[in-house]
């Protein structure tokens, strides 16, 4: 059953920032897939089955009921969904696969880097950590232009208050010298990573987003730091 191609519906529609929207779609009554958190579910439109594509969940395993898929504006399904998806549409959903997942584990630490909608797993990561109280540190170092594209800021910033282990940093790489933010500013670094860094040996890297970033990421991390293959995990969005 959980293999299948099911519709779902839209049950909600969530606009994040003018240019990022969630949706929830709604299970089909009876299903009740096995499936892990960082896993990606591929949608498309019924008008159009042969305009697939993929998208991280950003809900988590024990989310149920619905699976959550944010999603940014951009390209032709991505500017689809953000402009036109509401409430009531239905999609085909080909069930999550992929194997982009949080090696939850007492005293590893994962260090997931994100830039822009790169971070939708990462919320799904925490999701399940905090509620299963785990004690697995995470730390996601989010670069963003400026301040207004931090997505989930407040459930990120409300999950740190309730997981101590979870640590939610922000960079803004294009801001004006006269830009109040306060915090850090310019792109991610491996000097920045490395101040992040108790134990290596327990750490975990994840990089989820364009091509860009990741590879951006894989060099901080693999060259800069010198942290062998197995202990980073990426997810490649094209
Ligand atoms: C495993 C996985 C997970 C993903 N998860 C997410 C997610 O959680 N959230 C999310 O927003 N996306 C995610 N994506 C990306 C998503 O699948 C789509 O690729 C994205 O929404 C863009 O839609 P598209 O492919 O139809 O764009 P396309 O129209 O095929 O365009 C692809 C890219 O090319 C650019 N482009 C298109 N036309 C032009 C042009 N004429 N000139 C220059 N550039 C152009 C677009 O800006 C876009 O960046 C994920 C991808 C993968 C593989």
């Known amino acids: 059953m959980a293999r299948e191609i099911l519709e779902m519906v839209v049950e909600k529609a969530t606009l994040e920032l003018p240019d990022t ?32 594509r993929a998208y991280s969940l950003s809900s988590c395993a024990l989310d149920r009921g619905f699976y959550e898929i944010t999603i940014k504006r951009d390209g032709k399904m991505g500017t ?7 409430e009531g549409d239905k999609f085909f959903v080909i069930p999550p696969v992929g194997k982009f997942l949080p090696v939850y584990g007492s005293g590893n630490h994962l260090i997931c880097v994100a830039g822009g909608s790169g971070v939708t797993p990462f919320r799904a990561f925490v999701r399940e950590a905090t509620r299963r109280k785990l004690d697995t540190k995470i730390t996601v170092m989010f670069s963003v232009r400026n301040p207004k594209g931090i997505i989930f800021k407040e459930e990120f910033e409300q999950l740190e208050k309730e997981n101590p282990n979870f640590k939610f940093l922000v960079t803004c790489t294009r801001l004006t010298d006269e830009d109040p933010w306060t915090g850090r500013r310019g792109r991610i670094t491996p000097e920045w990573v490395k101040e992040n860094v108790t134990d290596l040996a327990k750490t ?22 010198g942290v062998p293959k197995e202990q980073m995990k990426t997810e490649k969005w094209g």
Not at 80 to 86: E, F
Not at 204 to 225: I, R, S
Request: proline share 8%.
């Open 21 to 52: 929207k969630t949706l929830q779609l709604k299970w089909p009554e009876g299903y009740n897939p096995d499936f892990k958190t960082g896993q990606f579910i591929t949608v498309y439109w019924p008008d159009t089955p042969s305009y697939k």
């Open 204 to 225: 975990y890297f994840y990089a989820c987003g364009p091509n860009e970033l990741v590879e951006f990421a894989e060099e901080v991390v693999l060259h800069g730091l």
């Open 80 to 86: 689809r969904i953000v402009d036109w998806a509401k």
